[in-house]
C-alpha cells in the first residue's frame, strides 16, 4: 500500500524547534539535501556536544526581522550548489511539519540571499513520504 502524500512546487513549512512557521519553501527534487537561508553562523557548544548558531530571517519579506537559533552540529558536508560550485557546510537535523506530516529533516545551512526562496526541501527530505505535483503549490498546505 502506498501512503505517500502529495506535496506541490511550493510548500508551507513549520520548523518548531527553530521556531519558525509557515515558511514558503520550494521543492526542489534536483535537490539531494534540503537547505535553509541563516546569516551569521558560528560554531558553538550545546552542553558539551558541538552545535551552531545562526539568524534566520522568517519573514522574506521582511528581511531586517532576524531570529537567533542555535542546534546540535549533525555533520558538516561537501556540497554542490546550482551554481556548480562546491562548498562545506553545517547539517542539522530538526523536526518539519509540511500539512499534515511532521518528520525529521536534515537541512544545510547557507546563504540563500540570492535565491527566491529561503528554504529549499531536497529529494533527501521528500524520500519515500512525498509525491511532487509540479504543475500546482500549496497542495499540502491546503489539505491541512
Known sequence: MNDRIIIGRLENVDLPELAISQLTARVDTGAQTSSLHVDNIERISI?????????????????????????????????????????????????????????????????????????????QALGERFYVDAANAFVASEQN
Open 47 to 123: 552542553g558539551g556536544k558541538p552545535g551552531v548558531a545562526f539568524d534566520i530571517h522568517p519573514e522574506i519579506h521582511n528581511v531586517d526581522k532576524a531570529v537567533r537559533c542555535k542546534a546540535l552540529l549533525h555533520d558538516v558536508r561537501k556540497v554542490k550548489s546550482s551554481n556548480g560550485m562546491s562548498e562545506q557546510r553545517y547539517v542539522i537535523k530538526t523536526p518539519a511539519v509540511m500539512g499534515a506530516s511532521e518528520w525529521d529533516i536534515e537541512i544545510t545551512l547557507s546563504d540563500r540571499s540570492d535565491m527566491t526562496y529561503l528554504m529549499l526541501i531536497g529529494r
